[in-house]
């Protein structure tokens, strides 16, 4: 940012006109941003393409079966057997449940007729009732409160009910995810204050930066309300609760770059006007950078298959954007308001001594300095080695029991009716074919081992029709997987029949499929953005390829200590976890976008610090001053952004639990190692050719003895200009 600018950005006027248009924008994008739930889409068909199988049979089957219906099962088991009793209560029952809100009127007729839809299992021990729920669009806000109805008129004294099925499930989840957006905003920055608190050294100045967090999270809700409101982006739990972690994130990220600078440059001036003017001139381009390439990042999502995954990339990239715009305005407005004070006890007097040029990075940068091929090899070389633990990794995708961290109520119902024999029958495969094929689909469908038998067809319309068969597998399962593959094999064969399955698993199924066609496309789409990016802010070639090496290495070892962690420390910390290092097939993608996009930040932070100061000292002392300025800083910020991602293993979602995990561990990662070890080694082994083509620093000098700063004393005066 120009000098110019910052300085009329944070003037003695101009500081109170960015105040006040900053609390006009948060006061108006708050009342979006409150109503951000009422916008989120978190049905199942609104997450795959229109090309995937199972989609296109959604669309044929939408004047027929109506996409929004929830099968339902209320599951009885009693260990000694169900007795007479028993089973007339069950009916009894099954005839008060067709009261419940959402019950569509066929269901309504079968639980009230003189034979109530009552399975018993052939042990009889346990038996169920089968509904359907219809709420239209909104059944992910309605199903809790139908689900608690339900819950208060099933009951079998001594023995145990459960709510399963696709509305079991549903009803799960959308507790699971209930207030949770408050709950973890509010750890995290709970996390974020006592981190500041450690950072600062300050009661006071933390405040500051939450505060602007708070604001930018506020104005990019607000947006991205309108966005989903009218121009149709997908909004859903996961990408909102990931969105709030990621401002608050970023924003204290930018905010403890921005306050080390300001409080390098009070030093050096007597107005904090002008020393914020200087810190805005040399941290806002670093800062910048940074949340151009997250953005960029983020937005390379949009060419995801899956409908969740493109449109999570533009949520999350509003949120930095806007996050940004805060941090280069608000805060650095707020901080020249409030002046010096904020910094007590310990304030940056004028003309006193930087006490990070003998900091705890500045004897790093010495011990590395006189082996510095050694040091990079050994890290690499141990970086290398956890990168090994990747291949324990299984992305073919999480059983309905592995998806939470705790045996939730429609789990324990999906236990109990595969321990008593029972199939779910919420889970069938749909056929969709050619009228006059349904003898041969039905045919074929009866030598795929895994269903029951098939309905009786139904036209749909079109000189087509449908008919469904249960398959005998929990509905996310490798074992459902192959049975959809083996159906799909089955009809797609007989000539003539266009025959499309879909259903639940081959939702699912699908959904692995676009997962790992995104991994391919998406992940070299990311490098190669990035390295641009780092080729136009370095103006190097060789510099920007060292660091995309760097990031990658990292979040191969991030990958590789995360799967064993996933596979030996977590089932010991949670009360359900999944055997082995089983991920969510999009697992992959969505750690390697956070942790290159957030991971390059560091590097970025400190290799603007590096080439700056490379025109005056040459690169090798430019690298050590480089470290020693921005180490604390990056390491705050590191550990800022590791405990909010860390945040979300709070969710009981084994996806997000994962994920929150392997960000943290790769950013401490690219913090504590990469960045301070690995990357300066690097620099202070390869000297000025890092910059080539660039003649920034042709010399190539050598590192030479300097004298030792002035250490800054014991205590600062606690007055001073203002």
Same mark, same amino acid.
């Given at each position: 940012?120009?000098?110019?600018?910052?300085?009329?950005?944070?003037?003695?006027?101009?500081?109170?006109?960015?105040?006040?248009?900053?609390?006009?924008?948060?006061?108006?994008?708050?009342?979006?941003?409150?109503?951000?739930?009422?916008?989120?889409?978190?049905?199942?068909?609104?997450?795959?393409?229109?090309?995937?199988?199972? !989609?296109?049979?959604?669309?044929?089957?939408?004047?027929?079966?109506?996409?929004?219906?929830?099968?339902?099962?209320?599951?009885?088991?009693?260990?000694?057997?169900? /007795?007479?009793?028993?089973?007339?209560?069950?009916?009894?029952?099954?005839?008060?449940?067709?009261?419940?809100?959402?019950?569509?009127?066929?269901?309504?007729?079968?639980?009230?007729?003189?034979?109530?839809?009552?399975?018993?299992?052939?042990?009889?021990?346990?038996?169920?009732?089968?509904?359907?729920?219809?709420?239209?669009?909104?059944?992910?806000?309605?199903?809790?409160?139908?689900?608690?109805?339900?819950?208060?008129?099933?009951?079998?004294?001594?023995?145990?009910?459960?709510?399963?099925?696709?509305?079991?499930?549903?009803?799960?989840?959308?507790?699971?995810?209930?207030?949770?957006?408050?709950?973890?905003?509010?750890?995290?920055?709970?996390?974020?204050?006592?981190?500041?608190?450690?950072?600062?050294?300050?009661?006071?100045?933390?405040?500051?930066?939450?505060?602007?967090?708070?604001?930018?999270?506020?104005?990019? &809700?607000?947006?991205?309300?309108?966005?989903?409101?009218?121009?149709?982006?997908?909004?859903?739990?996961?990408?909102?609760?990931?969105?709030?972690?990621?401002?608050?994130?970023?924003?204290?990220?930018?905010?403890?770059?921005?306050?080390?600078?300001?409080?390098?440059?009070?030093?050096?001036?007597?107005?904090?006007?002008?020393?914020?003017?200087?810190?805005?001139?040399?941290?806002?381009?670093?800062?910048? *950078?940074?949340?151009?390439?997250?953005?960029?990042?983020?937005?390379?999502?949009?060419?995801?298959?899956?409908?969740?995954?493109?449109?999570?990339?533009?949520?999350? *990239?509003?949120?930095?954007?806007?996050?940004?715009?805060?941090?280069?305005?608000?805060?650095?407005?707020?901080?020249?308001?409030?002046?010096?004070?904020?910094?007590?006890?310990?304030?940056?007097?004028?003309?006193?001594?930087?006490?990070?040029?003998?900091?705890?990075?500045?004897?790093?940068?010495?011990?590395?300095?006189?082996?510095?091929?050694?040091?990079?090899?050994?890290?690499?070389?141990?970086?290398?080695?956890?990168?090994?633990?990747?291949?324990?990794?299984?992305?073919?995708?999480?059983?309905?029991?592995?998806?939470? /961290?705790?045996?939730?109520?429609?789990?324990?119902?999906?236990?109990?009716?595969?321990?008593?024999?029972?199939?779910?029958?919420?889970?069938?495969?749909?056929?969709?074919?050619?009228?006059?094929?349904?003898?041969?689909?039905?045919?074929?469908?009866?030598?795929?081992?895994?269903?029951?038998?098939? !309905?009786?067809?139904?036209?749909?319309?079109?000189?087509?029709?449908?008919?469904?068969?249960?398959?005998?597998?929990?509905?996310?399962?490798?074992?459902?997987? /192959?049975?959809?593959?083996?159906?799909?094999?089955?009809?797609? &064969?007989?000539?003539?029949?266009? =025959?499309?399955?879909?259903?639940?698993?081959?939702?699912?199924?699908? !959904?692995?499929? *676009?997962?790992?066609?995104?991994?391919?496309?998406?992940?070299?789409?990311?490098?190669?953005?990035?390295?641009?990016?780092?080729?136009?802010?370095?103006?190097?070639?060789? =510099?920007?390829?060292?660091?995309?090496?760097?990031?990658?290495?990292?979040?191969?070892?991030?990958?590789?200590?995360?799967?064993?962690?996933?596979?030996?420390?977590?089932?010991?910390?949670?009360?359900?976890?999944?055997?082995?290092?089983?991920?969510?097939?999009?697992?992959?993608?969505? %750690?390697?976008?956070?942790?290159?996009?957030?991971?390059?930040?560091?590097?970025?932070?400190?290799? /603007?610090?590096?080439?700056?100061?490379?025109?005056?000292?040459?690169?090798?002392?430019?690298?050590?001053?480089?470290?020693?300025?921005?180490?604390?800083?990056?390491?705050?910020?590191?550990?800022?952004? %590791? =405990?909010?991602?860390?945040?979300?293993?709070?969710?009981?979602?084994?996806?997000?639990?994962?994920?929150?995990?392997?960000? %943290?561990?790769?950013?401490?990662?690219?913090?504590?190692?990469?960045?301070?070890?690995?990357?300066?080694?690097?620099?202070?082994?390869?000297?000025?050719?890092?910059?080539?083509?660039?003649?920034?620093?042709?010399?190539?000098?050598?590192? %030479?003895?300097?004298?030792?700063?002035?250490?800054?004393?014991?205590?600062?005066?606690?007055?001073?200009?203002?």
């Amino acid at each position: 940012m120009h000098r110019q600018i910052a300085g009329r950005l944070t003037g003695r006027v101009s500081k109170w006109v960015v105040l006040a248009v900053v609390v006009v924008a948060t006061a108006g994008m708050g009342a979006f941003s409150s109503k951000l739930t009422e916008v989120q889409n978190n049905e199942a068909a609104s997450w795959l393409p229109g090309s995937a199988e199972s !989609t296109k049979v959604s669309k044929e089957l939408s004047g027929t079966l109506d996409p929004n219906e929830i099968p339902t099962l209320v599951v009885y088991e009693r260990g000694s057997g169900l /007795t007479p009793d028993d089973l007339a209560g069950i009916a009894a029952q099954a005839a008060e449940l067709a009261g419940v809100d959402g019950v569509t009127e066929e269901s309504q007729a079968l639980l009230t007729g003189p034979q109530p839809p009552v399975v018993v299992s052939p042990d009889g021990r346990a038996a169920f009732v089968p509904f359907v729920w219809d709420f239209g669009p909104d059944g992910w806000t309605e199903v809790p409160d139908a689900a608690e109805q339900v819950r208060d008129i099933a009951m079998l004294d001594g023995g145990e009910v459960h709510l399963a099925g696709y509305g079991g499930q549903a009803a799960d989840a959308a507790e699971a995810f209930e207030g949770i957006d408050g709950a973890l905003l509010l750890t995290a920055l709970g996390v974020v204050v006592v981190i500041l608190l450690l950072t600062y050294r300050s009661p006071v100045l933390w405040i500051l930066p939450i505060l602007s967090a708070v604001v930018s999270y506020t104005i990019s &809700g607000g947006v991205v309300y309108l966005l989903a409101r009218y121009a149709d982006l997908t909004v859903n739990g996961q990408s909102q609760a990931i969105l709030g972690i990621l401002v608050i994130g970023a924003g204290t990220d930018y905010a403890l770059l921005l306050v080390a600078r300001y409080r390098e440059e009070l030093r050096r001036h007597e107005d904090r006007h002008e020393a914020m003017a200087f810190a805005l001139h040399r941290a806002a381009p670093a800062i910048l *950078a940074s949340a151009a390439t997250v953005v960029v990042g983020l937005l390379c999502l949009v060419v995801a298959d899956l409908n969740s995954t493109a449109g999570l990339g533009p949520v999350l *990239a509003v949120g930095v954007a806007v996050t940004f715009l805060v941090m280069v305005t608000l805060l650095p407005a707020l901080l020249v308001i409030c002046g010096r004070w904020l910094f007590w006890p310990k304030r940056p007097a004028f003309g006193s001594a930087e006490p990070t040029a003998t900091g705890f990075w500045a004897r790093v940068g010495g011990r590395i300095a006189p082996r510095p091929r050694a040091v990079w090899a050994v890290t690499a070389g141990l970086l290398l080695i956890a990168c090994l633990g990747v291949l324990k990794l299984d992305t073919s995708g999480l059983s309905t029991e592995d998806t939470y /961290t705790e045996e939730l109520d429609s789990i324990r119902g999906q236990a109990v009716l595969v321990e008593h024999g029972l199939q779910d029958t919420s889970n069938t495969v749909q056929v969709v074919a050619a009228s006059d094929a349904m003898d041969d689909v039905a045919t074929a469908l009866g030598d795929v081992e895994g269903l029951g038998d098939a !309905t009786e067809p139904t036209e749909v319309g079109g000189g087509r029709s449908y008919l469904e068969a249960t398959i005998e597998h929990d509905i996310s399962s490798p074992a459902a997987f /192959t049975v959809v593959a083996d159906t799909r094999d089955a009809v797609h &064969g007989i000539d003539g029949a266009g =025959a499309l399955v879909g259903g639940g698993s081959a939702f699912y199924l699908d !959904t692995k499929v *676009a997962s790992e066609r995104d991994n391919k496309v998406i992940i070299p789409i990311v490098l190669a953005v990035v390295f641009l990016i780092l080729v136009g802010l370095l103006r190097s070639l060789v =510099a920007p390829v060292l660091l995309i090496g760097t990031v990658v290495l990292s979040f191969g070892a991030a990958l590789g200590i995360s799967a064993m962690l996933f596979d030996h420390v977590l089932p010991l910390v949670f009360d359900q976890w999944p055997d082995g290092a089983n991920v969510d097939p999009g697992f992959p993608l969505f %750690a390697f976008v956070f942790l290159v996009a957030l991971g390059i930040d560091y590097n970025i932070f400190l290799m /603007t610090r590096v080439r700056e100061e490379t025109v005056a000292r040459g690169t090798r002392r430019g690298t050590l001053v480089g470290l020693a300025s921005t180490g604390g800083v990056i390491t705050s910020a590191g550990l800022v952004l %590791a =405990a909010t991602f860390l945040v979300l293993g709070t969710i009981p979602v084994v996806f997000l639990a994962e994920l929150g995990i392997a960000v %943290a561990l790769g950013v401490l990662l690219d913090t504590m190692i990469v960045r301070s070890v690995l990357v300066t080694a690097l620099n202070l082994d390869l000297g000025g050719k890092i910059w080539w083509p660039s003649k920034l620093d042709t010399e190539d000098r050598p590192l %030479a003895p300097e004298p030792e700063p002035a250490r800054e004393p014991a205590t600062t005066s606690a007055t001073g200009p203002a």
